[in-house]
């Protein structure tokens, strides 16, 4: 009888983990749902997942959680990295240990887990590991700086994987959606904002203005109208999984499509002028202040 090849997801107390681990089990895979808060996954549990205690910044809950699935079935078949959170603002104003947070989670974190699993999927000539990028992997937008750069890093990473892990029949696939539709996270992203001091104050009013209209519904926007469900990644995701020969990426959505196709084409100076400044809020020069007054 053949060991079920089981799947381990992280960021599972809410979006696209949650999804996946829900649709996943759905379709009859052996799911390991994790989230740093395991009260957060009662209902996965008893949906039939298996929870477990996963911080990715901490190499000793890693290292459990690994060879608790190791221990009862030999490996980790399939690893997607979903766990992660975005630090809003602008790139001058975040302080060192906001910046090394964001990096320890989104990066650092998923690093360190794939390198955990990677010995027994070598071992046994198969496995999957699925990173959850974005849109903003391959551009940039204000006020999102660093957490851009983290997904841009998943994007490198994944790329020097995937040519690294091909010959020991692992394989390595970026996921990239578009907007995604939670409340959560468009909420946590707004509250990361700060003060950043009056240049800035006009711009973060109007990033909030965007975040709550894309998330809240407060009014139509391009990006809100062709926001997508944590199940529509979900549901690619296990295309991927049941997938022999799934593709390096794999953008999910209309706007994840059409922007990524933009960005191939377009000189910086026309992606820049007219698609991120139309769509997305940019800082501008106050138009006058006192002469001797802080900024």
């Given at each position: 009888m053949t060991t079920p090849s089981p799947v381990l997801i992280?960021?599972?107390?809410?979006?696209?983990?949650?999804?996946?681990?829900?649709?996943?089990?759905?379709?009859?895979?052996?799911?390991?749902?994790?989230?740093?808060?395991?009260?957060?996954?009662?209902?996965?549990?008893?949906?039939g997942?298996?929870?477990?205690?996963?911080?990715?910044?901490?190499?000793?809950?890693?290292?459990?959680?690994?060879?608790?699935?190791?221990?009862?079935?030999?490996?980790?078949?399939?690893?997607?990295?979903?766990?992660?959170?975005?630090?809003?603002?602008?790139?001058?104003?975040?302080g060192p240990e906001e910046i090394r947070r964001q990096f320890e989670t989104n990066v650092f974190g998923l690093v360190?887990?794939?390198?955990?699993?990677?010995?027994?999927?070598?071992a046994a000539g198969s496995g999957?590991?699925?990173?959850?990028?974005?849109?903003?992997?391959?551009?940039?937008?204000?006020?999102?700086?660093?957490?851009n750069a983290t997904k841009h890093a998943v994007e490198a990473l994944s790329d020097a994987l995937r040519l690294e892990t091909a010959a020991f029949g692992v394989r390595v696939v970026l996921v990239e959606p578009g907007p995604v539709r939670s409340t959560e996270f468009g909420t946590t992203y707004v509250a990361n904002l700060g003060d950043a001091g009056r240049d800035y104050e006009e711009f973060n009013r109007q990033t909030t203005d965007y975040f709550d209209a894309i998330y809240g519904g407060t009014r139509r926007t391009l990006a809100g109208t062709f926001a997508i469900d944590a199940d529509d990644v979900a549901k690619r995701i296990e295309k991927i999984v049941r997938s022999r020969h799934p593709r390096a990426r794999h953008p999910v959505g209309f706007?994840?499509?059409?922007?990524?196709?933009?960005?191939?084409?377009?000189?910086?100076?026309?992606?820049?002028?007219?698609?991120?400044?139309?769509?997305?809020?940019?800082?501008?020069?106050?138009?006058?202040?006192?002469?001797?007054e802080p900024r």
């Open positions: 992280t960021g599972c107390s809410s979006g696209i983990g949650r999804a996946t681990a829900l649709r996943l089990n759905r379709a009859g895979h052996l799911v390991y749902a994790t989230a740093r808060r395991p009260e957060t996954l009662a209902d996965l549990a008893t949906a997942i298996r929870t477990l205690r996963l911080d990715v910044t901490d190499e000793e809950s890693m290292r459990a959680v690994v060879g608790t699935v190791e221990a009862e079935h030999g490996r980790v078949g399939t690893l997607v990295n979903s766990a992660g959170y975005a630090l809003s603002g602008v790139v001058e104003a975040a360190r887990l794939t390198q955990l699993v990677l010995p027994a999927m070598r999957t590991v699925v990173n959850i990028s974005s849109i903003f992997g391959r551009y940039a937008v204000p006020g999102s700086g660093y957490y706007l994840a499509h059409s922007t990524l196709a933009l960005r191939r084409l377009a000189p910086d100076v026309v992606f820049d002028n007219l698609f991120v400044r139309r769509l997305f809020p940019v800082p501008r020069r106050p138009r006058s202040r006192t002469q001797g």
